[in-house]
């Protein structure tokens, strides 16, 4: 028995023939497809992390913000790299729109490392922030923490 079940599995390798140029290029850019998509699947817990490391200059709040800014632009400049692997003569054309929803994708990762600095009171929104003349806005209550 164990010699027919060999030779099944002899005759169906035997059968199988290698997949046409086509079909490899539909498989390359489906392949290509998802590592262009790939920077959004990370974006729900890059910001779950974000909220809960709160808003404060802390050592943890500030790596995150680090890593929200750098992943994304290392990944921009590394855009060719990621999808050379897939890039063929026979479909550059289709693997440019693959190249810049791949970059898309980065920017909104980026855009959530601003919106961070921005919680964070980082970026200066404010005229006071930019022109020297201008007095910062004196707060209505002061906090004074209990010992």
Avoid: C
Avoid at 23 to 32: H, S, V, W, Y
Avoid at 109 to 119: S, T
Avoid at 128 to 145: F, G, I, T
Wanted: aromatic share 8%.
């Amino acid at each position: 028995m164990s010699t027919q079940k060999k030779d099944a599995k002899d005759s169906k390798a035997a059968q199988r023939q290698a997949p046409t140029l086509e079909e490899m290029d539909t498989l390359k850019l489906k392949k290509a497809w998802e590592v262009a998509l790939g920077p959004i699947k990370n974006l729900p817990m890059t910001a779950i992390m974000m909220y809960m490391s709160g808003n404060s200059l802390q050592i943890f709040s500030i790596m995150m913000v680090f890593m929200a800014f750098k992943n994304p632009i290392m990944g921009i400049l590394a855009t060719n790299q990621a999808f050379e692997r897939f890039e063929t003569e026979t479909n550059r054309a289709r693997m440019l729109q693959v190249k810049v929803a791949y970059v898309i994708m980065q920017l909104v990762a980026l855009g959530l490392g601003i919106w961070k600095v921005n919680k964070m009171g980082l970026l200066p929104t404010t005229r006071s922030d930019w022109l020297a003349w201008e007095e910062r806005r004196e707060p209505l209550e002061h906090a004074v923490p209990a010992l």
